[in-house]
């Protein structure tokens, strides 16, 4: 009986979202804003892909807010997971992995590092950038630790990276402050569009982000798969 | 046409996923919703979307889900 009345309740609810969004007709109708981003983008930013200028300039303020709350999601992670290191856990030991895991990961992974690269300095040209390439470079890492147990990440090396990313984040933003009177100001040249070397400051903090976001996913993988040996 | 057939396939991983008691294919089946997901992305014209899902919802999740199932209990039981 309670099923039946929360079946009905679900579907009511799904009648009642659905009703006002199959109005709005898909793809068109956009606000200004969005108008403005579509039309007057590219001649304001000189970045060939519109998703990144407006994740990293128009909207970069939310990107920073975005960043910290990964930072403290991984803080919190390994705050919880964190075990001095004179108690071993008590789990059964990890048997090792097959030579065909360890040979095809060894092969593998440069490439996928390379990939991962590429997609965050080609942020502002092509489809991608920090968060995507990040996430790249630490699915590597961790197909890295699933096969070779011998390379063990350093917390504090990833620490370290992590922390000079941020800095640069918010350091070119400050000095857009210092420069032009607001946070995140495009100060450096567009240069000619479609070029790697185009777009100011955009590649500068998609490459920040990319490490960043690396460094932490791949840290908190690490520091999962540390507690299971 | 493909985009129907990949929804209805991905509505059936999801209630699968949902339904099995057995956690290790309950997340294998997840990561396909997660794949088909990137895939209908793509097919709105959102490349950079569709690559966020594949690699953070198809790769890292799966990754960490798996690690979560080998500490703990592989079989749900009541």
């Keep these: 009986m309670r099923k039946i009345i929360a079946l009905i309740l679900l579907a009511m609810l799904l009648w009642g979202i659905s009703k006002p969004i199959s109005n709005i007709p898909f793809g068109m109708n956009k606000i200004n804003v969005a108008k403005h981003y579509i039309t007057k983008d590219i001649s304001e930013t000189g970045a060939a892909n519109v998703v990144t200028s407006v994740v990293v300039l128009y909207r970069g303020f939310d990107t920073l807010g975005e960043v910290t709350i990964l930072f403290i999601a991984a803080i919190g992670l390994a705050s919880i997971l964190y075990l001095p290191k004179k108690r071993v856990p008590d789990n059964p030991p990890v048997e090792d992995s097959s030579l065909i895991l360890r040979t095809g990961c060894r092969f593998l992974f440069p490439l996928i590092l390379l990939f991962g ?90 490459v920040a982000i990319g490490f960043k976001v690396g460094s932490e996913l791949a840290g908190i993988i690490g520091n999962l798969m540390e507690r299971t040996q | 046409m493909v985009a129907m057939v990949l929804i209805v396939i991905m509505l059936i991983a999801a209630l699968v996923a949902a339904a099995l008691k057995d956690l290790l294919g309950a997340v294998v089946v997840a990561t396909l919703v997660s794949l088909i997901t990137a895939i209908l992305f793509y097919f709105l014209q959102a490349p950079d979307v569709a690559m966020a899902e594949a690699s953070i919802g198809a790769a890292l999740e799966t990754v960490i889900f798996v690690i979560a199932i080998r500490k703990t209990e592989r079989f749900e039981d009541k």
């Design chain 1, 117 to 206: 690269t590429y997609i965050f300095v080609h942020g502002h040209l092509t489809p991608g950038g920090g968060f995507q390439g990040g996430a790249i470079i630490a699915s590597g890492f961790a197909l890295m630790s699933l096969s070779c147990k011998e390379r063990i990440l350093s917390t504090v090396r990833l620490g370290v990276v992590e922390s000079l990313a941020g800095l640069t984040f918010v350091t070119v933003g400050l000095i857009g402050l210092a420069t032009g009177g607001y946070f995140l100001l495009n100060f450096l040249p567009k240069g000619t569009l479609n070029m790697l070397f185009s777009a100011g400051i955009i590649p500068v903090i998609y």
